[in-house]
Nanobody, 122 residues
């Protein structure tokens, strides 16, 4: 069992930056691929970024490439999402996920955090 807790969301102006954190309980964090997903009002949950359990492979959605960076610190059981040059269309609830398969999917299998709200004003 893995429990995930996200933090770092908030309100920021367009062009600003935020860093999200997701800390996992348990001793098996390093064996999971980690992903960030987001869900805007009235829309489905979409993939944002993922990092392999080794930390050597990352994937990004086209909409965030060059602006967002995912990283992990296995010693701290934490995955991060650095978000720069934020746009109003980045407004959503952001969720982290621990998945035993690569790449992480938006499906129900795996472990999800409770989400953190990111709001970007224009």
């Amino acid at each position: 069992q893995v429990q995930l807790v996200e933090s770092g969301g908030g309100l920021v102006q367009a062009g600003g930056a935020l860093r999200l954190s997701c800390t996992a309980s348990g001793r098996t964090f390093s064996t999971y691929a980690m992903g960030w997903f987001r869900q805007a009002p009235g829309k489905g949950r979409e993939f944002v970024a993922a990092i392999h359990w080794s930390g050597r492979i990352t994937n990004y959605a086209d909409s965030v490439k060059g602006r967002f960076t995912i990283s992990r610190d296995n010693a701290k059981n934490t995955v991060y999402l650095q978000m720069n040059s934020l746009k109003p269309e980045d407004t959503a609830v952001y969720y982290c996920k621990a998945d035993s398969v690569w790449p992480p999917s938006a499906g129900k299998y795996g472990y999800w955090g409770q989400g953190t709200q990111v709001t970007v004003s224009s």
